[in-house]
């Protein structure tokens, strides 16, 4: 039974330099007819794939609080009016830039239920920030989780990005002193990965983006995960820190496998065994809708043994790790048989351990993720 929906905004008011979310400019964009459509593939996609509720639903983009007041309340209206959610029960999540909310917005949120923000913070070195392409600045951050805090949210994440061109330690140590001394909830924290169509890949293929060593951006990864366990943000995924209690719910859906509603232009679901991708430019995500067709780009059926990698690969990022008698409940046979290669081998290099009834990443593994990751794929005779 599907318990997670994801909606996509697309629209921004600037375009970040290492951004390759779907999005566009706002300014001429039809966004009331884009709107309307939203609500329309809300009820279509729930009258293909039923549920009985969900537990967690999530608003990103582009910039979700880029829409004017109006248009807020219009969209939160239609949220709460198609998907069947119990807000006091459930997480419901909206992404926000630092600057773009103000306490009329805010209060739009919070009275239609929204319980959780999550503000894209980057950094708090004002130069950085320029450098990246983002147009707030470190002054904001304070005022607007102020202003949040105020209306009466307290359920509050901000992301940092490290790895950034330019960046040092010293000024990485800086944002996230400033950060944690803000005493949020919830945190989330990314290296830089430069995305084919972004502004920052323009830049390195023409050797002008200086960007850090790798051993630089492990430190600071190491860096990241010392300084949040010393303050008691338990870090229950590989990019993601929380006190207990406020772990990302929704999050979680990804990262343990199961089906979720992806709602919007460019959005990605996985429903009916399926994985769904939507048509990304907007237009192309309005035409077929007004004529009650869903705007898919994509179907991949999901064949049983990229399930199980899956499994693997998503599951591994908690440090939890992956529960050996789930996969068994799910998938009819035991972990250790299909991928005893990998696991063996990533056991010997010091980078999984098997312990407690879960298999899951050393500290060592977690400086090499995606390494692990690899290793689980086409292991398994798809045949």
């Known amino acids: 039974m599907i318990k997670s929906a994801y909606l996509h905004i697309p629209f921004c008011e600037h375009i970040c330099h290492y951004c390759d979310f779907n999005k566009v400019f706002l ?229 343990d496998n199961v089906e979720y509603y992806g709602i919007g232009a460019g959005a990605h679901g996985y429903t009916g065994g399926k994985r769904v991708a939507n048509h990304g430019p907007v237009k192309k995500y309005i035409t077929p809708l007004l004529s009650n067709e869903l705007p898919v780009l994509e179907e991949h059926p999901v064949p049983l043994h990229e399930r199980m990698e899956e499994e693997m690969f998503l599951g591994l990022r908690k440090t939890q790790g992956v529960s050996l008698e789930i996969f068994k409940n799910k998938f009819f046979v035991e972990m250790t048989e299909i991928f005893r290669k990998p696991l063996e081998e990533g056991s010997a290099k010091g980078l999984l351990k098997v312990e407690g009834g879960f298999v899951r990443l050393t500290e060592r593994g977690k400086l090499l993720g995606n390494e692990v990751f690899q290793t689980f794929l086409g292991v398994i005779d798809s045949d």
């Not at 739009?108 to 147009?135: A, C, H, M, P």
């Not at 944002?175 to 169509?197: C, F, G, M, N, R």
Request: with cysteine; aromatic share 10%; charged share 25%.
């Open 27 to 255: 300014q001429g964009q039809p966004v009331d007819e884009y709107l309307q459509m939203m609500k329309r593939e809300m009820v279509m996609q729930l009258s293909k794939y039923p549920t009985a509720g969900l537990d967690t639903v999530f608003v990103g983009g582009g910039t979700p609080t880029s829409l004017d007041e109006k248009q807020l309340a219009f969209l939160c209206e239609a949220i709460n009016e198609t998907l069947p959610f119990d807000p006091k029960k459930a997480e419901y999540t909206f992404e926000a830039n630092p600057g773009d909310l103000s306490r009329e917005k805010l209060k739009i949120l919070y009275d239609s239920g929204v319980n959780r923000l999550s503000f894209g913070v980057q950094s708090f070195n004002d130069e950085l920030l320029k450098r990246i392409g983002r147009t707030h600045r470190a002054s904001e951050v304070y005022e607007t989780i102020h202003l949040a805090q105020e209306v009466g949210f307290t359920n509050i994440s901000i992301d940092l990005i490290y790895g950034l061109p330019g960046q040092t330690m010293v000024d990485f140590k800086d944002t996230l002193d400033k950060a944690i001394a803000l005493q949020l909830p919830h945190y989330s924290s990314y290296s830089l990965i430069v995305e084919p169509k972004t502004v920052f890949y323009n830049q390195m293929r023409r050797g002008k983006l200086n960007l850090p060593p790798q051993e630089l951006e492990a430190s600071m990864y190491e860096r990241l995960m010392e300084e949040m366990e010393k303050h008691g943000n338990h870090q229950y995924e590989i990019s993601n820190f929380a006190r207990a209690g406020f772990e990302s719910r929704h999050n979680l859906t990804y990262w």
